[in-house]
């Protein structure tokens, strides 16, 4: 059971908008640590998709965003896309483990 | 280009030993922490190990500490997990990823991951 929670699957037609949920608790997220997503295509390593709760690396497309509130943060998926479909990991700090945590992940999937 | 390729995976019976190994390229290598994360396949991402620019500041998730041992050579731009006791459910693909160096006290990222070595522990 993983420390951060997440919907086990997300989905949308192409072009519309899907979001994912990632809750922590009071030694994580509502901890004012901060949140990073992941995603993760079949096969391949995890790659860096926002950091900071709201940040893109550069290369990433403005239709990922990500927001915080409390002890949850969400990523937004604007104009949904058939090469969207991955797993989507959230992560942070624990500072009660004193470990680095992970959501469950999330499996968009494109119809 | 920034890179990280680990190696040294392989399959071993419950009880055994392995060193994973990871090879960085394209960064200044001693400037960054440096973390092991590993992934049943099929499974979610679990950390697993993380060790600081010098090697003297460890620390490891509670189901491998006293079993794994994180450590790096600077002069070699190298990353090592030393694993004993393997057990069953250490079965994995091993990443070995880089710590942003973004600093912040609201924990950074992991900006770069390698492509994974996959751990097989069974009878």
């Known amino acids: 059971q993983s420390v951060l929670t997440q919907p086990p699957s997300v989905s949308g037609a192409p072009g519309e908008r899907v979001t994912i949920s990632c809750t922590g608790n009071?030694?994580?997220?509502?901890?004012?640590?901060?949140v990073h997503w992941y995603r993760q295509f079949p096969g391949t390593a995890p790659r860096l998709l926002i950091y900071a709760n709201v940040n893109r690396p550069s290369g990433v497309p403005d239709r990922f965003s990500g927001s915080k509130s409390g002890i949850s943060v969400s990523l937004v998926i604007t104009g949904l896309q058939t090469d969207d479909e991955a797993d989507y990991y959230c992560?942070?700090?624990?500072?009660?483990?004193?470990?680095?945590?992970f959501g469950g992940g999330t499996k968009v999937t494109v119809l | 280009e920034v890179e990280l390729v680990e190696s040294g995976g392989g399959s071993v019976q419950p009880g055994g030993s392995l060193t994973l190994s990871c090879q960085a390229s394209?960064?200044?290598?001693?400037?960054?922490?440096l973390h092991w994360v590993r992934q049943v396949p099929g499974k979610g991402l679990m950390w697993v190990a993380r060790i600081n620019v010098g090697g003297n500041s460890r620390s490891y998730s509670e189901s491998v500490k006293g079993r794994f041992t994180i450590s790096r050579d600077n002069t070699k731009s190298m990353l090592f997990l030393q694993m004993n006791d393997l057990r069953v459910d250490d079965t994995a693909i091993y990443y070995c990823?880089?710590?942003?160096?973004?600093?912040?006290?609201?924990?950074?990222?992991?900006?770069?991951w390698g492509p994974g070595t996959l751990v097989t522990v069974s009878p």
């Open positions: 009071n030694s994580n997220i509502g901890a004012r640590y901060d």
């Open positions: 992560q942070s700090y624990d500072n009660n483990l004193r470990a680095w945590v």
């Open positions: 394209g960064f200044t290598f001693r400037d960054f922490w």
């Open positions: 990823v880089r710590f942003s160096s973004r600093i912040t006290l609201s924990g950074a990222e992991f900006d770069v």
